[in-house]
């Protein structure tokens, strides 16, 4: 996908006055359904009755507190405008145009477009039939690459790739490749199957871990991501920190939500059961989600396109070249039009396989669909 492209398909979702907090139709970003934590927002509005004033100079104290909450030195840190800006700045600072950078496919559509913009040349693998990665064609893409990313979860299937398999692939790439984990929605998996991140960097110096308070934060209005890393990597992409680059209110509001960790605890919670009520609703229905562990869920297309399922419900979801279809978690409300389109679709004749997605269902135009071919994982269970 192009920049362009990219630019055009978020800007389809958003014609015409701003977004409201609440709406139960705005399922195709992977936003939090809810408004700033009451704290959150008080600490923002603080903040903006002096927006005469510069932000920070540089963002040291919030640099501080994500290390500390991290459990990790300010040294293995570094700020960015959203996970994306992170991105873009990582694909430009470690590599020249013309090197290659290892992708899943499909995955966010950021990461391709910041591909192409710092000039790097795609190597493209798809995902297997169940949505996961296959590491061990990437490692092997990745010994002629200069970058290899993999999304823990993935986006758009939210699945999880194993410990094990991720240190395994990190363990066999060339130490001057350099692996992006992007754990964007890492607060939506359990803490069983998280990684440890500070023992990651301290053991692999070529490891960026890419993180966002846009997700389970519900702070995706405000662009603050940031980079963990080993010292030489995490001091580079701090060496390129835009003066008053971060904005206003933005530290107070990550120390307003760190204050209130038991609240957004709740209101994860609150997301992750009400995922797995909607899969489990899904899978009842007959239709098959991959095996999610983020704030949304995904339709496959192997056994009928769900491009057309969504047309005329309102809902705005995201749809794939395949006719596969990624719908963000939000309300009860949401959850229940969700499941009246897939039931009012299963009840009528099956969608072509590879359909086409129209006017609801936005397509990214993501060049490569899933991959039908890899099946060798188990069938995923709702939940
Ligand atoms: C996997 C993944 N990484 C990164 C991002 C970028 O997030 P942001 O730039 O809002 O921090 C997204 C946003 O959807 C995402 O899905």
């Known amino acids: ?19 409201s907090a609440v709406d139960p139709f705005a399922l195709a970003l992977n936003e939090s359904p809810l408004p700033p934590l009451p704290a ?9 009755g002096a927006a ?12 501080r507190l994500i290390a500390d909450h991290a459990q990790v030195g300010e ?10 800006g992170l991105a873009l700045r990582v694909f430009q600072t470690f590599a020249t145009p013309g090197e290659r950078i290892v992708l899943s496919t499909p995955t966010f559509d950021g990461f391709p477009a910041f591909a192409r913009m710092a000039g790097l040349d795609l190597v493209d693998i798809p995902l297997d039939g169940d949505g ?15 970058m290899v990313v993999v999304c823990r979860p993935h986006n758009p299937t939210g699945t999880v790739e194993p410990v094990a398999e991720v240190e395994r692939l990190v363990a066999n790439v060339p130490a001057d490749t350099i692996v992006v984990l992007d754990e964007a929605y890492i607060e939506f998996v359990s803490p069983g199957r998280r990684i440890d991140v500070s023992r990651l960097i301290a053991r692999f110096p070529n490891v960026i871990v890419l993180r966002t308070f846009s997700k389970a934060y519900g702070l995706a209005g405000l662009r603050i991501g940031y980079a963990l890393a080993a010292p030489a990597l995490a001091g580079l992409l701090w ?12 530290t107070e509001a990550v120390a307003a ?37 983020a704030n949304f869920v995904y339709l496959t297309a192997a056994e009928r396109s769900w491009s057309e399922a969504f047309t005329g419900s309102g809902l705005r979801v995201r749809g794939y070249p395949d006719g596969a279809v990624r719908i963000t978690v939000g ?12 039931e009012r679709a299963l009840s009528g004749p099956a969608g072509a396989p590879r359909g086409r997605t129209r006017s609801a269902v936005r397509s990214m135009r993501e060049p490569a669909p899933v991959g039908p071919a890899a099946m060798h994982r188990p069938a995923p269970t709702p939940g």
């Not at 040294?75 to 994306?84: L, P, Q, R």
Request: charged letters at 20%.
């Open 52 to 63: 005469n004033r510069y932000p920070d100079f540089l963002p040291f104290r919030l640099r």
């Open 132 to 146: 996961h990665h296959d590491l061990t064609a990437m490692a092997h893409a990745a010994q002629h690459a200069r």
């Open 331 to 342: 309300s009860r409300a949401s959850t229940l039009r969700v499941l009246a389109a897939v």
């Open 75 to 84: 040294e293995n840190v570094a700020i960015g405008s959203g996970a994306s």
């Open 239 to 250: 060496s390129t920190q835009l003066p008053f680059g971060t904005g206003a209110g933005c």
């Open 257 to 293: 939500s760190y204050a209130a960790a038991a609240q957004l605890e709740q209101r994860i919670a609150r997301i992750v059961a009400e995922r797995s009520y909607l899969r489990a609703r899904l899978h009842a229905a007959g239709a098959r989600t991959t095996d999610s562990h």
């Open 40 to 48: 959150v927002r008080a600490a923002l509005i603080d903040r903006m």
């Open 1 to 19: 996908m192009t920049s362009a492209a990219y630019a055009d398909s978020l800007i389809a979702h958003r014609s015409g006055a701003g977004p």
